[in-house]
């Protein structure tokens, strides 16, 4: 089997896939299910600094986009999509689907998005019901200081979706500090469980904003008001993934334990671009840098596949291309969770750059 250094899925801990391994109880049933759920969710909300309430939902994190905007949208609501990179303009579609109309506010794709630009443009127009925002744009490695923005559409009084699937637990998310209103992640990128889960947190502000529609919410499954109450009448919408969140527990016990965890992820990352260009290639993007994720811009006369077969080759690690306008374009490495060791990246570096140099 080929090691992963791709962004996301990452590699596992041991200790996360055996505590899958756990026999289970019924999690409907079950009350004390209904405490470990919730400890965890807390868990959640204290390593994201925040006191708002966070809920696990069954889906892959695709499944915490689609449901904030589910929740938020109603039909004809004005939506401010900042668009600096594929992910970031992909909100339009869910925006759209529940019968908001997506404003993209599209910025160029090197650079992370400018918090004094997007004053000028707000200070023009700012009649937004919400506004969403990625924190790392996965397929070009953007970070956008979320901690600039979201205070900035606060003060309009615009509601803020930040997408942290990519950066959360590898870059530092403050979620209050930062008046951020729904933040959404997920189980398989930096914090290292398998795929198939999402969660989110969700503030005063934005859930009073859920209850204030006059058109119900265009779904049951991306709805997040059904979590409400859960605990208190012992309920759950629909029957809890409890192998998966045994694992989803374990490694955000394993985040917990690390206090040093951005800083190696920052280490990891410092050391794959510098290598990178010190062998004389190009990373993607002018500033805004991940600590999650790197992507190198393929050099002219070689193509993507061929770089990805001569590593999964030469050192057995699997890579990847990326896609939508970075197709052929960009090979990501992917440093997080598990995948950012020292070790691992000198061997991925190394690796790559023979190949490239074949």
């Known amino acids: 089997m080929l090691k992963l250094m791709t962004p996301g899925p990452t590699r596992v801990r041991e200790n996360v896939r055996m505590a899958r391994s756990l026999e289970t109880t019924n999690p409907d049933l079950d009350l004390e299910f209904y405490n470990y759920y919730k400890e965890t969710c807390e ?131 403050q979620v209050d500090d930062w008046q951020v209103d729904i933040v959404c992640g997920g189980s398989q990128k930096a914090l290292s469980a398998p795929v198939g889960l999402t969660f989110v947190t969700v503030s005063s502000d934005a859930l009073q904003a859920m209850k204030q529609r006059k058109t119900p919410i265009a779904s049951f499954y991306a709805n997040l008001t059904i979590f409400e109450n859960y605990y208190e009448n012992k309920w759950f919408p629909y029957t809890m993934p409890i192998s998966d969140i045994y694992g989803l527990r374990r490694a955000l016990e394993n985040v917990k334990a690390e206090p040093g965890i951005y800083e190696r992820h920052k280490q990891v990352a410092d050391y794959v671009r510098d290598t990178i260009l010190e062998a004389g290639y190009c990373i993607y993007g002018k500033n805004g840098y991940a600590n999650t994720v790197t992507a190198m811009v393929i050099p002219n006369g070689m193509d993507e596949k061929s770089i990805l077969e001569g590593v999964a080759k030469e050192a057995n690690i699997m890579l990847a291309g990326s896609f939508d306008v970075f197709a052929g374009k960009l090979i990501r490495i992917g440093h997080m969770g598990e995948n950012a060791n020292m070790n691992d990246a000198k061997l991925t570096v190394e690796a790559l750059l023979k190949v490239l140099s074949k």
């Not at 889906?59 to 938020?72: D, H, N, T, V």
């Not at 956008?144 to 979706?161: A, E, F, R």
């Open 43 to 173: 868990l959640i909300s204290e390593l994201l600094n925040t006191k708002n309430p966070a809920y696990i939902l069954s889906g892959e994190g695709i499944l915490g986009l689609e449901a904030a905007c589910a929740s938020l949208t109603e039909p004809g609501d004005r939506v401010l999509v900042i668009d600096n990179g594929v992910f970031g303009r992909g909100f339009a579609d869910f925006v759209r689907i529940y019968g908001g109309e997506p404003v993209l506010y599209t910025t160029d794709y090197q650079t992370m998005v400018d918090a004094a630009a997007l004053k000028e443009y707000l200070e023009q127009d700012h009649d937004f019901k919400y506004a969403t925002i990625v924190h790392c744009d996965t397929p070009s490695g953007r970070l956008n200081p979320i901690q600039d923005i979201c205070p900035l559409l606060k003060s309009y009084g615009i509601l803020t979706v930040v997408d942290a699937v990519a950066s959360m637990f590898g870059d530092v998310v």
